[in-house]
């Protein structure tokens, strides 16, 4: 079976610019939230997406915007590109909620910012 | 402010002995817990999770305890062996699905 694929693993962008970051749950699993981890601020919650809804959401500017398609699949955008912005980008997967069974997290996207 | 706390950023243990993680929280809401190992250049792992009407849950080697009126909740490793050595992250959640991580905790396992 299949993990979590985040794509791509690394990318660096200029100020101001946006990005976009992609991440294929596992099969069957309905599920996608996005996290972002720096070393100042350990592992933050950005949002989830389940049924192509976004259900819960984190304390993030709106320059954070995400989606998920009808195949569960989602992507992370992020316009204005700030230096801060620099992180690594987690996407979860489960198939309904992590409290069914835990989160199968993706590698990761590594973004910088320069 | 950080709902989700582990205060100790690193630990370093001898081969075979005990691995005590910490972790506390402070919303009252939380009523389900978990712990991730994370190697550098992946994602986090799952490693387990503890529901709040229980106050221990075993697997393996790994225990984890969980004191509601303390909001403290620790894991431990026995025996603890090299290839544990990693980042660990209690994380915790309300009925919603959110997790809520600590800032981490760096184990080495020393052979």
């Known amino acids: 079976k299949a993990g979590v694929t985040q794509t791509p693993r690394y990318l660096i962008k200029t100020r101001g610019q946006q990005v976009t970051l992609s991440c294929s749950p596992i099969?069957?699993?309905?599920?996608v939230s996005w996290y972002q981890q720096t070393p100042g601020q350990g592992l933050q919650f950005l949002f989830e997406?389940?049924?192509?809804?976004?259900?819960n959401k984190g304390n993030f500017p709106g320059r954070f915007s995400g989606r998920q398609f009808s195949n569960s699949r989602s992507e992370m955008n992020v316009s204005t590109l700030e230096l801060g912005d620099s992180a690594l980008y987690l996407c979860?997967?489960?198939?309904?909620?992590?409290?069914?069974?835990?989160?199968?997290f993706g590698q990761g996207t590594r973004l910088t910012v320069v | 402010d950080q709902q989700v706390k582990q205060n100790s950023p690193s630990l370093s243990v001898q081969e075979g002995r005990i691995s005590i993680l910490n972790c506390d929280y402070t919303?009252?809401?939380?009523?389900?817990f978990l712990w991730y190992k994370k190697y550098p250049a992946e994602g986090p792992t799952f490693l387990i999770s503890?529901?709040?009407?229980?106050d221990k849950n075993e697997d393996g080697r790994f225990t984890v305890f969980l004191n509601k009126s303390a909001k403290h909740l620790s894991l431990h490793i026995v025996p603890s062996q090299p290839g544990d050595s990693a980042v660990y992250f209690c994380?915790?959640?309300?009925?919603?699905?959110?997790?809520?991580f600590g800032g981490g905790t760096r184990l080495m396992v020393k052979p």
């Open positions: 099969s069957g699993h309905r599920s």
């Open positions: 979860a997967s489960s198939p309904r909620s992590h409290r069914d069974t835990e989160a199968f």
């Open positions: 919303n009252s809401m939380f009523d389900y």
């Open positions: 994380a915790a959640s309300d009925a919603g699905n959110m997790l809520t």
């Open positions: 997406y389940f049924s192509e809804t976004q259900r």
């Open positions: 503890i529901s709040s009407i229980k």
